[in-house]
Nanobody
Framework: QVQLVESGGGLVQPGGSLRVSCTAS????????MSWYRQAPGKEREWVAT????????KYTDSVKGRFTVSRDNAKNTVDLQMSSLKPEDPAVYYC???????????????????WGQGTQVTVTS
């Protein structure tokens, strides 16, 4: 049974930091490109970041470049998104995605296929 379980969301002040994590099971994690997406109320789901299967390549949407860092541990079947300098436009439900396609295909399309987690809420408020 495939599972992606996100954790680590919560409430943070503007300018603060938060780390969200995703733990995978039920499939060969190291063979999948992993991504983070987010969806704010009333908006479409937005691609945030992608890391290649081996972890060598990453790419970010422009609005989070320099502030967010995606990483993975294939030994632990986890992928993390470290978020810093959080802004009022960052609050959303953050979703983990496991996609069997290549890193290049995903960062070009910016649309996920494959498996999805249930999401974790990130709130930025003073």
């Amino acid at each position: 049974q495939v599972q992606l379980v996100e954790s680590g969301g919560g409430l943070v002040q503007p300018g603060g930091s938060l780390r969200v994590s995703c733990t995978a099971s039920g499939f060969t994690f190291s063979s999948y490109t992993m991504s983070w997406y987010r969806q704010a109320p009333g908006k479409e789901r937005e691609w945030v970041a992608t890391i290649s299967a081996a972890g060598y390549n990453t790419k970010y949407t422009d609005s989070v470049k320099g502030r967010f860092t995606v990483s993975r541990d294939n030994a632990k079947n986890t992928v993390d998104l470290q978020m810093s300098s959080l802004k009022p436009e960052d609050p959303a439900v953050y979703y983990c995605n496991a996609d069997p396609r290549s890193w290049y295909q995903i960062v070009t399309s910016r649309a996920g296929e494959g498996y999805w987690g249930q999401g974790t809420q990130v709130t930025v408020t003073s």
